[in-house]
């Protein structure tokens, strides 16, 4: 992916990035734009995980909150590719 120590990984679900969290990485998610209500390939990355919603940062977007069903059906779009980035 260009990054030293990086993998893709198409398995993770919103769990997971909790996990991966919790140890320190922030996950780079490849999502769909259509749960936006916008239309493109785009990519965000997870800065935190709560039970009312999921935080990210994005390029385009800033950063914001955003419901765990939205997120979870963009990246589903994107075909579940995070990319995580060993430290």
């Given at each position: 992916m260009?990054f030293?120590?990086s993998?893709e ?6 769990y ?7 140890r ?19 990519a965000?990355v997870?800065?935190?995980i ?25 990246w589903?779009l ?10």
């Amino acid at each position: 992916m260009g990054f030293k120590r990086s993998r893709e990984d198409y398995g993770l679900r919103l769990y997971d990035l909790r996990d991966l969290l919790r140890r320190g990485s922030f996950p780079i998610l490849s999502i769909q734009l259509q749960p936006y209500g916008l239309i493109g390939d785009h990519a965000q990355v997870v800065a935190s995980i709560t039970t009312g919603h999921i935080e990210v940062y994005d390029p385009l977007l800033g950063q914001m909150r955003t419901r765990h069903e939205t997120l979870d059906e963009a990246w589903k779009l994107g075909g579940y590719l995070t990319i995580l980035i060993e430290g």
